[in-house]
Nanobody, 126 residues
Framework: QVQLVESGGGLVQAGGSLRLSCAAS????????MAWFRQDPGKERSFVAT???????DYADSVKGRFTISRDNVKNTMYLQMDSLKPEDTAVYYC????????????????????WGQGTQVTVSS
């Protein structure tokens, strides 16, 4: 099995920064894309950022220019550096590992991902 564990969440003021980590264990492969999603109560879990096997990254428009996704394949860890945080960034952040799903399922679709972490809370105050 694959386990994903997020860490690094917390309470920060608007304009501040936070770095999230996602440690993967079990039968994982660096050839699969990983991603960050976020979710607030009453809202649908939405795509934040992804990084594939070659290091290519994609971001939701709402975080582009402020967030940076990266991964360390040796450590099996993915990171999300969040800068210039806004109150609307408040959410539970989840890391995910893509499963053996068809390429036709776009990377922004949570259905593309087979494994999920438990989430870490990020709260941005005004």
């Amino acid at each position: 099995q694959v386990q994903l564990v997020e860490s690094g969440g917390g309470l920060v003021q608007a304009g501040g920064s936070l770095r999230l980590s996602c440690a993967a264990s079990g039968r994982t492969s660096s050839t699969y894309a990983m991603a960050w999603f976020r979710q607030d109560p009453g809202k649908e879990r939405s795509f934040v950022a992804t990084i594939n096997w070659s290091g290519r990254t994609d971001y939701a428009d709402s975080v582009k220019g402020r967030f940076t996704i990266s991964r360390d394949n040796v450590k099996n860890t993915m990171y999300l550096q969040m800068d210039s945080l806004k109150p609307e960034d408040t959410a539970v952040y989840y890391c995910a590992l893509r499963g053996s799903t068809p390429d036709s399922i776009y990377f922004t679709d949570r259905r593309a991902y087979a494994y999920w972490g438990q989430g870490t809370q990020v709260t941005v105050s005004s």
